[in-house]
């Protein structure tokens, strides 16, 4: 099983200031890692998928980074709405989908 | 516009079963691979379970492997989990999605609101 492991597990960013997250494999993924973005209390939203594409109506603020087994997803300037959880996920072991525990983005 | 909207959640006892279900609208349903992704209070997702487009494959996490079954009414526009053996760790709530190929990628692209399942006695 491919483990997936993000860094920090909190992030605590001023909104206008840029943000980085990290995400890690266990093995080889390629470039096959989508990114999730969850607010308390609704279901997840995609992001990017193939590490660095993004999903439709995703601002030009989010963008993906990364090959192998480690990977970035980069908010340029936080705005309020940005701050949530995100979660990344590995679908080169298809069929099984792994997620990472996930990255708190908080206000600093 | 796509819409998923779980239904049957609730409060049932160690052991017994439920069925969850997720209606599926906007979209040709026939043609698309589903999932099933759960998250327990204040944790993160664990993926749960994947049926191809036709219902004719169906792969399991192994902590679910052979108490749940993923099933797909097509004519239905319905996507089913049925939750058996169910233990106080299956407390989470249960997400549908749906699975999007864009070679060569895949990935959950529309997520249903989720229906929460508590074991308890």
């Known amino acids: 099983e491919i483990v997936m492991t993000q860094s920090p597990a909190t992030l605590s960013v001023s909104p206008g200031e840029r943000a980085t997250l990290s995400c890690r494999a266990s093995?080889?993924?390629?470039?096959?890692l989508a990114w999730y973005q969850q607010k308390p209390g609704q279901a997840p939203r995609l992001l990017m998928y193939?590490?660095?594409t993004r999903a439709t109506g995703i601002p030009a603020r989010f963008s993906g980074s990364g090959s192998g087994t480690d990977f970035t997803l980069t908010i340029s300037s936080l705005q309020s709405e940005d701050f949530a959880v995100y979660y990344c996920?590995?679908?080169?072991?298809?069929?099984?989908?792994?997620f990472g525990q996930g990255t708190k983005v908080e206000v600093k | 516009q796509v819409q998923l909207v779980e239904s049957g959640g609730g409060v049932v006892q160690p052991g017994r079963s439920l069925r969850l279900s997720c209606a599926a609208s906007?979209?040709?349903?026939?043609?698309?691979?589903m999932h099933w992704v759960r998250q327990a209070p204040g944790k993160g997702l664990e993926w749960v379970a994947i049926?191809?487009?036709?219902?004719?494959?169906?792969y399991y996490a192994d902590s679910v492997k052979g108490r749940f079954t993923v099933s797909k009414d097509n004519p239905k526009n319905t996507l089913y989990l049925l939750l058996n053996t169910l233990r106080p760790e299956d407390t989470a709530v249960y997400y549908c999605a749906r699975d999007r190929e864009v070679l060569p990628d895949n990935f959950l692209d529309y997520w249903g609101q989720g229906t929460l399942v508590t074991v308890s006695s």
């Open positions: 996920q590995q679908y080169n072991n298809w069929p099984s989908r792994t």
């Open positions: 049926i191809s487009y036709d219902g004719s494959s169906k």
């Open positions: 093995q080889s993924i390629s470039s096959k």
């Open positions: 193939g590490a660095s």
């Open positions: 906007g979209f040709t349903f026939s043609s698309y691979a």
